[in-house]
């Protein structure tokens, strides 16, 4: 029998569906642009089995992998489970054997040493490839088209970290796919490495290095000869695993730092530049780029903690206000000796979630699109939120001219991650569509959403109900049919 918690984590709009699933043409309402080629992937986590503890976050959950295939005017819809080690191995046991976010100390025995990854954070295409990924593992490698899971990937036994990023980025100038990890030589450890692997699948180098604690080091960016990291102290330690604290805590007492990475062979921790900056928090990034010796990098930036489940290691209460994450610039001048970076608000809109035209990453770029939090509308809470944040707003931030647009999805609605959809290989810079989940609470449902890029404010252009209700989604992204049509031949 499966009895799931009846707690937030598990109850209302947060109820496990665990479906699997495949719709050749969704219900939709306005029209889909015949001119939409390719597939929007994105992930949930989703646990399998009730977990092994009690309760849990929903970092823990299993990956379930959704993907909208889009053309001709009609939307199809597959979902499959991620089937990591971890969720054969729960499979074959018909319970959970794994134990909390990040902590091996409360795992069955019988899974000692096996890779703990829920590959729920990403869903993300390189190469022909669909990695699948959670930070603390390897990339699961997917099949595009069918969605099953081919299993985890050290690239022909070049990868020699434990680990590989949720938040890959692909160099359009190289078609590189720019990648790193944290925790490299294992649970806990201050190593880092960086990867760059061509889109033949070819892990071309790395570069190693540690970082000056050990935190959540989520996502970076990259620019023309860079790699850049923003390192902010959500720590850990094996006190708080032994003593079963959530694997992460916020530490308000040490210094954010910006990390400037040469992105070659070769590159060894000695050329490697940290600028310190006052404590904050940070975990996405939007974008980075150079210009002349400057690097500028473009992020959502916190006063303090954001993440409520991993709390203030010194146990300060958790404090919304100065959780909310506003686009910042964090400026550096690799031709002088300063050891700070400069910092600046570009932006009074709350703004997660950024995504840009994926074509000008680590270049000058206008736009961002990203889930905003509007504090002045009305919420009704019907079926209950996902994590208490309500997330009721697509923004976009023009970084030209500055200015923002916005569209609320109303009381009773909550929002996913947003994606860009160029409307041909060269069209210019925001030119195409914005997709994204929108969670209809009260209802149980969820409908994909599809917005004009340049014109959110006008609202959806087609909505598509999905006939299950897609839970807290975390990233995906978007495969243009040349990326996809080779691999659906040969299916
Ligand atoms: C994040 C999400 C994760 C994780 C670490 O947003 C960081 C951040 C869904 O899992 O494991
Ligand atoms: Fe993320």
Not at 47 to 72: E, T, V
Not at 258 to 285: L, Q, S, Y
Not at 339 to 360: A, C, G, H
Request: aromatic share 12%; with cysteine; net charge negative.
């Amino acid at each position: 029998m499966t009895t799931f918690p009846q707690t937030p984590s598990f109850t209302g709009f947060n109820t496990p569906s665990r479906v699997e699933a495949d719709v050749n043409d969704l219900n939709v309402e306005g029209a889909v642009p015949r001119e939409i080629d390719g597939a929007f992937y994105r992930v949930q986590p989703e646990h399998q089995f009730p977990p092994k503890l009690g309760d849990d976050i929903a970092f823990n959950g299993d990956g379930l992998i959704s993907m909208f295939r889009i053309k001709d005017g009609k939307i199809a819809f597959k979902q499959r489970w991620a089937k990591t080690d971890k969720w054969k191995l729960e499979n074959e046991a018909g319970k959970a054997l794994f134990g909390a976010y990040r902590n091996p100390l409360t795992d069955d025995p019988s899974v000692k040493g096996q890779i703990r990854g829920t590959a729920n954070t990403n869903a993300y295409i390189h190469g022909g490839r669909l990695y699948a990924l959670k930070e603390d593992s390897p990339a699961l490698v997917m099949d595009p088209v069918s969605l099953e899971t081919d299993g985890y990937t050290n690239f022909d036994g070049k990868m020699k970290g434990e680990t590989f990023t949720a938040h890959p980025k692909t160099d359009p100038a190289t078609g590189n796919m720019c990648g790193f990890g944290y925790a490299s030589k294992g649970v806990l450890t201050n190593d880092m490495t960086y990867y760059e692997v061509s889109p033949a699948g070819d892990l071309l180098f790395d570069i190693w290095f540690e970082t000056p604690y050990y935190c959540m080091m989520h996502d970076f960016a990259i620019t023309e000869d860079y790699a850049v990291f923003s390192v902010a102290p959500i720590t850990s330690s094996w006190e708080r695993l032994e003593k079963g604290l959530p694997h992460f805590g916020f530490d308000t007492k040490q210094p954010t730092y910006m990390a400037v990475v040469p992105r070659k062979a070769g590159t060894t921790a000695e050329d490697i530049r940290w600028f310190k900056g006052e404590n904050c928090f940070t975990a996405h990034v939007i974008n980075a780029y150079q210009e002349g010796s400057k690097v500028f990098l473009d992020l959502p930036v916190a006063e303090n903690n954001f993440f409520p489940f991993f709390p203030d290691i010194d146990g300060a209460p958790f404090n919304p206000d100065q959780a909310k994450t506003y686009i910042t610039r964090w400026s550096v001048d690799m031709s002088q000796n300063s050891e700070d970076y400069q910092t600046q608000r570009l932006s009074d809109m709350i703004f997660e979630f950024p995504k840009v035209d994926d074509r000008f990453t680590g270049q000058k770029y206008r736009y961002s699109w990203g889930v905003v939090i509007d504090p002045e509308k009305p919420v009704e809470l019907k079926g209950g939120s996902a994590g208490g944040f309500v997330m009721n707003t697509l923004g976009m931030y023009d970084h030209e001219t500055g200015k923002e647009q916005k569209y609320w999805v109303g009381p009773v609605s909550s929002i996913q991650e947003p994606c860009f959809i160029p409307r041909s290989k060269d069209a210019v810079e925001g030119d195409g569509w914005i997709v994204m989940v929108c969670n209809r609470l009260e209802d149980h449902s969820s409908d994909l959403l599809l917005f004009d890029a340049l014109n959110i404010e006008n609202g959806p252009i087609a909505s598509a109900n999905i006939p299950v209700r897609l839970r807290f989604g975390l990233h995906g992204n978007w495969a243009s049919a040349a990326d996809l049509t080779v691999l659906e031949q040969a299916a």
